[in-house]
């Protein structure tokens, strides 16, 4: 079955400080994968997807990610982190075939201090 | 542009009582999803749709009931309420956009059942 793994699950970083948040997923065919971020008391909200070409991702505020094939790997980073960056994160990966499901990973919480 | 709404935002119940969460869109998506959110459980998947009169289980089936009648709602009953049903509900719904299925959520209904 497939399957997504958050490694972090409670990140406690400053602002200004760089973050990586790592995420990988066990599907060997054509992969549809998602950064979903939830704020506090919030729905979840797309952040970024990758579906194909450059996989280099450029996502809503300021955040990246980077889809790295023989790594089965969709980590995600942002530069400098604010405080509104406070959230918890959801990596996510499209099931195979035509279900539209999505696999989530377990989350991360990040925690910006000012 | 409504999107996707649930309702109720926050309901109390009681235990073996029935209760029915509301799910709307207003995009015509296909596909449409029942999540619940547990602290250190992440999102669990309870029932999709791939269409109207469509529905398959997901990881958390028992003690819920869903239907479809029509493609825009997506009502989930707990036919008899428990305790362990208390959480945070979240609907959402997608379609494939060039083989992507990015998922959009509602804002949630919050369950207590005492």
């Known amino acids: 079955a497939q399957s997504v793994s958050q490694h972090n699950h409670h990140v406690i970083l400053s602002e200004a400080a760089s973050l990586e948040l790592g995420c990988n997923y066990s599907?060997?065919?054509?992969?549809?994968l998602f950064w979903y971020v939830q704020y506090p008391g919030q729905h979840l909200q797309l952040l970024l997807k990758y579906f194909s070409g450059d996989p280099l991702v450029k996502g809503i505020k300021g955040f990246e990610a980077e889809f790295i094939k023989s790594k089965f790997s969709f980590n995600l980073r942002k530069p400098s982190v604010q405080w509104s960056d406070t959230a918890e994160y959801f990596c996510?990966?499209?099931?195979?075939?035509?279900?539209?499901?999505?696999?989530f990973g377990q989350g991360t919480t990040l925690q910006v201090k000012p | 542009d409504a999107g996707i709404t649930q309702s109720p935002r926050y309901k109390i119940t009681e235990t073996g009582r029935q209760v029915t969460l509301m799910c709307h869109q207003t995009w015509s998506h296909s596909y449409m999803f029942w999540y619940r959110q547990d602290l250190g459980h992440g999102l669990r998947l309870i029932y999709y749709?791939?269409?109207?009169?469509?529905?398959d289980k997901g990881e958390v089936p028992d003690g819920y009931v869903v239907s479809r009648s029509k493609t825009e709602n997506f009502p989930l009953t707990l036919e008899s309420a428990t305790r362990s049903q208390t959480s945070v509900y979240f609907c959402a719904s997608s379609e494939s956009d060039r083989g992507v299925y990015e998922q959009y959520f509602g804002p949630g209904t919050r369950l207590t059942v005492t």
């Open positions: 996510a990966v499209k099931e195979g075939g035509n279900t539209g499901k999505l696999i």
């Open positions: 599907y060997g065919g054509t992969v549809n």
């Open positions: 749709s791939a269409a109207a009169d469509i529905t």
